[in-house]
């Protein structure tokens, strides 16, 4: 369940947007995600009550339509929410101290390397996030590229994790993501500045499933 549910990850917020956010959602969503990410960070992010208020209005579209709504690194707003779940950073707080916190919530952990996906997986996480898998133009704080490599090294070592790539993912490189051994891609850019957001979340989503069935994943 959960390595169908990671096949299409939709990441974003209101400053990745070049359109009303809700719109861009509910686009997404009919082009076929499969999970999606509430992320306001960066230059220009909605705080407080406003932050709330699009987050819910957000919460309530992936609802209606059964996608899983996981908040990042917010662990107040995802409870005040009730949202499916959160996501945490090595830099944010413990994975540990956020299971305790949420009970039987989804929890994501972004990781770089085995040794923090072993560390994820003490905590009882429930997936992890490896990236940047590519260069990446959305996250200012992003760390060094670990390439489609990492991705084979984690899937020897621990095959049964459920993982997402994300980093710099398009069209043109959702194949070879999922060949490396990932469940699914996580992108915000490759949606977000899509000139028709539908078509092009249709497209990628036929490239996960493809090549994920290919694979018998």
């Known amino acids: 369940m959960m390595k169908h549910m990671l096949s299409l990850y939709f990441v974003m917020g209101s400053v990745d947007c070049t359109k009303n956010p809700l719109v861009v959602l509910d686009e997404a969503i009919e082009g076929g995600i499969t999970m999606f990410q509430f992320r306001e960070k ?3 992010a909605l705080t407080g009550l406003e ?3 699009l987050a819910e209005q957000l ?5 209606a339509r059964n996608i899983p709504f996981i908040v990042n690194d917010d ?3 995802a409870l005040a929410l009730q949202a499916d779940g959160i996501h945490v950073g090595q830099e944010d707080e413990a994975a540990e101290r ?4 949420i009970g039987n919530k989804y929890l994501g952990v972004s990781v770089h390397n085995l040794t923090e996906v072993k560390k994820a997986l003490a905590a009882h996480a429930d997936y992890v996030g490896l990236g940047p898998i590519f260069p990446t133009v959305s996250k200012d704080d992003a760390k060094q590229v670990c390439g489609l490599t990492m991705i084979e090294h984690i899937r020897a070592h621990e095959k049964h994790v459920p993982l997402v790539a994300i980093g710099g993912i398009t069209e043109q490189t959702a194949e070879q993501v999922i060949k490396a051994g990932a469940d699914g891609i996580a992108v915000i850019s490759a949606i977000c500045r899509a000139e028709h957001i539908c078509e092009q979340t249709k497209r990628l989503y036929e490239i996960v499933m493809r090549t994920k069935q290919e694979g018998d994943r």
Do not use: I, S, T
């Open 42 to 44: 960066g230059k220009g």
């Open 51 to 53: 932050k709330y208020r």
């Open 59 to 63: 919460f309530e579209r992936c609802r």
């Open 75 to 77: 662990v107040d707003l």
């Open 98 to 101: 956020v299971r305790d916190r």
